[in-house]
């Protein structure tokens, strides 16, 4: 087969069978469906012989494993999206769940063959549709590596992690020459839908990359942290070590003296799973959360914590969906949760509420309550409210949450508790010694984790160096746990 590589390389792009030979192990990848073509008789096409009708599929391995992979090539019709391109798609699809292993999309492509008409929309619909039966059965990873407007947004925006390339990652649901025309708008295709702004703004992509050796190289990283199948078993990494001395010691020492000085939660983590594990995905959404997949004695796990370095670690729409989703996954795959919490509350304001922070909120909740996987929480520092309860607590279904001695748990913090039950004290100066008084009772009466461990709803205080090891005995206890309490019912209704 013959494939016209200048033309991408003059664009400073990769052409498609080159990607799939990057992403995959050498000479693993078999093509299948080649000799597929268009059938469409108008506008001229019947003239046009479109090799293997725009898109490469077939199946190869990463990592000595096998993935399913397609790439659109840009160079044959522009990518488009015909019956028989969206057809072999949703083909592949289907074979990798029945052959059980992950699908990889690189999507380069100019939209809908608009020649074929209603027969486009149709091959659209049939990739649709086996992405939503794929998922939660296989893995599905998108990388971005062109174009992808109109209804071509809709197949990655369905998968579980979509992988942009700086410069060259383009999507949004109407190009610039549509928002011109309608909205009367100049904008760039990179300002309206690049790498950038859908990693940090919109929260799209899941991982931004400077060029396409490196994308190729962060999937095939993934894949070593994921299940390749619902039901698989990942073999136990000896690739990670861990320094027990130096990070135990490390760790006493993160937390700020001062309750509202804020610090880097990727450091309590890193001090906690296996040495240059964590592989943290949508780093540049949400900063006020972290989530990712990490080691711990050498097998994985996901990673949830709320950030004090990002907007104090507060609960917004933005983290709340990032969570939700994330925690979704892991559950989706059987890959243990673990969250750590150092969270004020959700976002209190106008702006919050109107963009619906209670449901979104409800996301994080709705995901924590429905995961049967092991979930081990720890509370480094505050937890307050409603954000304690969302943030994997005993009430929702945690099965062990430790707490530093440190940590505080209440309805509030003390300043806002002793502001309401003290209101008409605070207004009177002669009064401070005694409000004084009550702000620090109320700190050591009602916020102490003592309290919550007195009512069973912490498995037990900790200190700080003792928690990796508390983790990975509770991930042993929680190695085969069932669910068994399941009410008769088809499915929930998630909130949206």
Known sequence: MEYNLEKQHAK???????????????????????????????????????????????????????????????????????LMHGQKIAQIIEMAVAARCPVIGINDSGGARIQEGVDALCGYGDLFYQNVRASGSIPQISIIAGPCAGGAVYSPGLTDFIFAVDKISQLFITGPKVVKSVMFMDISAEDLGGASIHSKKSGVAHFRCETENECYKQVRDLLDYIPHYYGDELVKSEKFKFDAHKKEKAIQAIIPENPRQGYDIRDVINSVVDDDSFYETSKEFAVNCVTGFAKIEGRSVGIVANNPSGVGGVLDCDASDKIAKFVRYCDSFNLPIVTFVDVPGFIPGPQEEQKGIIRHGAKIIYAYSEASVPKVTVITRKAYGGAYIAMCSKHIGADFVYAWPKAEIAVMGAEGAIGILYAKELAD???????????????????????????GYISEVIEPQETRARIVSSLEVLENKTNMDKPLKKHGNVPM
């Open 12 to 82: 400073g792009k990769l052409h498609a069978i080159e990607r799939i030979n990057a992403l995959c192990d050498k000479d693993s990848f078999k093509e299948i469906y080649s000799g597929v073509r268009h059938n469409c008789t108008s506008f001229g096409m019947e003239k046009k012989d479109i090799p293997y009708d725009g898109v490469i599929t077939g199946f190869g391995k990463i990592n000595g494993r096998k993935v399913a992979v397609y790439a659109q090539d840009f160079t044959v019709q522009g990518g488009s999206l015909g």
């Open 429 to 455: 100066p002669s009064k401070a010694a005694e409000v004084a008084q009550k702000s620090e009772e109320y700190k050591a009466e009602i916020m102490t984790p003592k309290i919550a461990a007195k009512r």
